[in-house]
Nanobody, 117 residues
Framework: VQLQASGGGSVQAGGSLKLSCKAS???????????LGWYRQAPGKQRELVAE???????NYQNSVKGRFTISKDNSRKTVYLQMNSLEPEDTAVYYC?????????WGQGTQVTVSS
């Protein structure tokens, strides 16, 4: 199983980015049975959960991104997304996707998001 993350980049504060993470080598039923998450790690800080979509369909966000970020998925494409709006310099980090499934816990390679003021 491989997770390929993309969509990072450099934007000014107030801008938007949409991250994508495609799971390859994973069958559709395993993807749909998995918890999907986006994490981030800023320099000198621990990795933190940004948003998750649980197996029951619940969606949870870190307080600092509520109302600005939206996690979603496309089961047919086995892809999870993170739409990020109203970006702030504090959102600067490497973003990682995570698929926690019945047969394993998988991580993408990380994609850099840089927000300038």
């Amino acid at each position: 199983v491989q997770l390929q993350a993309s969509g990072g980049g450099s934007v000014q504060a107030g801008g938007s980015l949409k991250l994508s993470c495609k799971a390859s080598g994973m069958i559709w039923s395993t993807f749909t049975a998995s918890r999907l998450g986006w994490y981030r790690q800023a320099p000198g800080k621990q990795r933190e959960l940004v948003a998750e979509l649980t197996t029951s369909g619940s969606i949870n966000y870190q307080n600092s991104v509520k109302g600005r970020f939206t996690i979603s998925k496309d089961n047919s494409r086995k892809t999870v997304y993170l739409q990020m709006n109203s970006l702030e310099p504090e959102d600067t980090a490497v973003y990682y996707c995570n698929v926690e499934g019945p047969y394993g816990d998988y991580w993408g390679q990380g994609t850099q998001v840089t927000v300038s003021s």
